[in-house]
Every structure is written in C-alpha cells, then in structure tokens.
C-alpha cells in the first residue's frame, strides 16, 4: 500500500469518528439533563456511546474519570495503528496526555490519593516516597517528560517538545505547518484561560472546538488531521466528564 492510498485509508476512518462527535445541538441537550440515568440514556444515543460503555450510573465520580482515561488510551492506540508506521510514535505519545494532571500531583510530593491507586495503569508510580517515584516515572514511558530534573519547565511544555522530536524526518512542509498551527492554537486557548479567571471558558472551547473542526477539514488525507481529530475527541472526553462529574457529584442540587 502506497503512503498515498494508506492516508486515504486513514481519512475515511477519521471522518467516520469525526462524524460521531456531538455538536452544538446535542451538547445543548446533554446539558440540560438534570438526572444522571436520563443523561447517560441520552448519551448513549449518539456518538458518545462507546465512551460510557463502562459507565454506570450507581458509580463514582473516580471510578467514572478512570473508565474515560482508559476509553481515550485506546481511542488513540487504536488511531495510531491506522496511520502510517512512521507516525505512529507521535500519535501513540498523545496517550500520555490523560496522565498528565496525575503525574503533576506525583511529582509535586503531595501523598498518593486512592484513587490514583486504584488505577492500574498509575499505581506503580504512586510511591510514599518521591525518590522512588521519580525513579519509577525515570523507568517508564513517562521519562522524557522529566527532561532530567524533578518535573521539567512544565509537564505540558514537556510533552509537547517530546512530540515535536517523534515527528518523522520526513514530515512534509504542509504537515508540518499544520501542526504548528494546532500548538499555537492549543497554547492561545490555555492562555486566554488562564489569563482570565472571569473568562467564559464554556465560549472559549467552543471557540476552540470551531477552529479544530476548521482544522480537520482543511488537512484530509494528511497526517495533520489525525491530530486535530485527536483534538477533537479529548474536548468531547472533558466535556462529557465534566456532565457526568457534575450529576455524581452534586446529585440533589441539579434533581431540585
């Protein structure tokens, strides 16, 4: 199969996923659900379905949040293996970003929650002793986040230098101005967050989610429209857990 007819393959499987991503209507309708059995019902109507297969609606919020994690592992272990082997290395390094906010807890030294325990896939670097954790993070995929020191100038800037490096020496001028186009898009859309505490976030993602779509669409048939499909489907993830979150979390407050 020639690189050609591979991204064709590839193409039609993303614009199959890209075209099971809720939008605007749909999100419309999921948040105005005020019951955790209604909204998981709804859900399951639409793309989001495979997402809360292991979803229950008599669960807790971190047994919830581990099941999306691993739903997302595999979403994008699974996009990896359709592309191209060269690229895959880049894609399966976007796994690494549900651990994120985990591993930062880690690093900072602060005590290993249970939850964190309970997830296999985070227990073995949940140490009570930060040098042990460092040394079992130093011995897993999750090193070139550390870039020799404790935490690195950020985990996120970490990241995103290492993904830089798994792109292969022969991305193409057109690939490679695409993806600098989703960082620096990435990068303004945490910025304006975090610039501004009173800023809508919820107008800010959609915001984000328009110029993602954008995205895709202008890039078929490239390696590029792995990445902002990737994109898109993680803001679908947060965004679903944030739904769910809020309904395990806060249950009388929304059934009043």
């Not at 807890?105 to 985070?122: F, K, V, Y």
């Not at 020191?149 to 101005?177: F, I, V, Y």
Request: aromatic letters at 8%; one cysteine or more; hydrophobic letters at 45%.
């Amino acid at each position: 199969m020639t690189e050609l007819s591979q991204f064709a393959y590839v193409q039609t499987r993303l614009q199959a996923r890209y075209g099971q991503l809720p939008e605007a209507a749909a999100w419309r309708r999921l948040e105005g659900i005020t019951s955790l059995p209604h909204l998981l019902q709804t859900a399951r109507t639409t793309g989001l379905r495979p997402w809360l297969l292991n979803i229950a609606a008599q669960g807790d919020s971190h047994a919830m949040e581990k099941a999306l994690r691993q739903q997302l592992r595999q979403l994008i272990d699974e996009v990896a293996r359709w592309l191209p082997p060269p690229w895959r290395p880049a894609v399966a390094w976007c796994g690494v970003l549900p651990d994120l906010p985990a591993l930062q807890h880690l690093l900072g030294g602060a005590a290993t929650p249970a939850w964190l325990l309970a997830d296999e896939h985070l227990r073995p670097y949940g140490h009570d002793l930060q040098a042990l954790r460092l040394q079992a993070l130093r011995d897993s995929p999750y090193a070139p986040l550390l870039n020799g020191t404790a935490a690195g100038p950020s985990l996120a800037a970490a990241w995103a230098t290492h993904w830089r490096r798994l792109w292969p020496a022969e991305t193409t001028a057109a690939d490679r101005a695409a993806l600098e186009r989703l960082s620096r898009l990435l990068d303004r859309y945490f910025a304006t967050l975090g610039a501004d505490i009173t800023k809508d976030s919820a107008r800010t993602r959609d915001w984000l989610e328009q110029r993602l779509r954008l995205g895709f669409r202008r890039h078929p048939r490239q390696a590029a429209a792995a990445f902002y499909y990737l994109t898109l489907a993680g803001i679908s993830l947060e965004r679903l857990r944030g739904l769910l979150a809020r309904l395990m979390l806060f249950p009388l407050e929304h059934a009043s």
